[in-house]
């Protein structure tokens, strides 16, 4: 059987969320006992807890729900490229070593180890130059390991407008820090959730 890497960090109540988002909680709503024949949870979460993809509803008014985005970006070939320590912003230069035949998926690695019990306010991001030639060479769907691909503060988040601009899918909150750098083929499905402005997916890389 092929290999997989589940780049998916665990969602549980101590998962960090952006500053002012809602956290992951879970309620029990039945138990196994006298009369009940099943466990049933309730469970409360912002759908950008752990590894999540973005509608485009999230950056856009008038965007496409998660539930109406195709899912041809999610799945199929992708490469992981290594820009461990690069900054605060993945520029052209710190993917140059890696952009000969790229395939249609581009995930980056920032982080030595992703951050699983602390928000990263200094989040490394996306430079939106560095978005726009990714779209140049073909690519349909960009991911990193950090929790946003624009800086946490943000306000007029550009790569992610670059993405809006460029009809580029994205995945964030992705854990790469197993995962050598090469090629895979990557599997990372949305829920349809029809209303929602991003949904969690189980992301995994197959070796080819």
Not at 22 to 30: G, I, L, P, R
Request: proline residues 10%.
């Amino acid at each position: 059987m092929k290999k997989l890497w589940d780049i998916s960090p665990p969602v549980h109540a101590g998962s960090p969320v952006f500053p002012g988002d809602t956290a992951y909680s879970q309620q029990w709503v039945a138990r196994i006992g006298p009369g009940c024949p099943v466990n049933v949870s309730a469970i409360t979460l912002s759908p950008h807890v752990g590894a999540h993809a973005d509608a485009p509803l999230h950056y856009d008014p008038e965007g496409a729900a998660i539930g109406a985005v195709d899912l041809q970006a999610f799945i199929g070939p992708c490469r992981v490229v290594h820009a461990i320590g690069c900054g605060p912003l993945v520029r052209p230069e710190h993917i140059a070593h890696a952009m000969d035949g790229l395939p249609p998926r581009v995930l980056v690695r920032v982080y030595e180890r992703m951050p699983q019990d602390r928000f990263d306010t200094a989040l490394p991001a996306f430079a939106p130059e560095t978005v726009a030639l990714l779209a140049d060479r073909g690519v349909v769907l960009i991911g990193i390991d950090s929790a946003s691909i624009d800086p946490a503060e943000s306000k007029t988040l550009d790569s992610h407008q670059t993405i809006r601009r460029r009809g580029l899918r994205v995945l964030e909150n992705l854990l790469l820090d197993d995962v050598p750098e090469g090629d895979y083929e990557l599997i990372a499905l949305p829920l349809k959730l029809t209303t929602a402005d991003a949904s969690p997916v189980r992301a995994v890389l197959r070796e080819l």
